[in-house]
């Protein structure tokens, strides 16, 4: 069973940092391309950041770039997000997500809240 749990997510000021982590299960994680996306309160899912299988080729979102860096390690079957530079447009559920075998998967999710 493909399972994706995030976590890595909480509570951070303006400017601050935080790195997600999503661990990857029963499929052949380094097979396949991941992506980050996430759900602020009242609007629908933005992608966010992709990253090719073998983790050389990323891409960004416009509103990210230069301040998150989407990482893998196909070792650990494990996905990063490391987000610098947060702002209050930030603060939403981030999840990570894979099409494996034609089915679209996505974690539970984990909140991130930047606030002062």
């Known amino acids: 069973e493909v399972q994706l749990v995030e976590s890595g997510g909480g509570l951070v000021q303006p400017g601050g940092s935080l790195r997600l982590s999503c661990a990857a299960s029963?499929?052949?994680?380094?097979?396949?391309?991941m992506t980050w996306v996430r759900q602020a309160p009242g609007k629908g899912l933005e992608w966010v950041s992709g990253i090719n299988s073998r983790g050389d080729r990323t891409s960004y979102v416009d509103s990210v770039k230069g301040r998150f860096t989407i990482s893998r390690d196909n070792a650990k079957n494990t996905l990063y997000l490391q987000m610098n530079a947060l702002k209050p447009e930030d603060s939403a559920v981030y999840y990570c997500?894979?099409?494996?075998?034609?089915?679209?998967?996505r974690g539970q999710g984990t909140q991130v809240t930047v606030s002062s």
């Open positions: 997500a894979a099409t494996v075998n034609s089915d679209y998967r």
């Open positions: 029963g499929f052949t994680f380094g097979s396949y391309t």
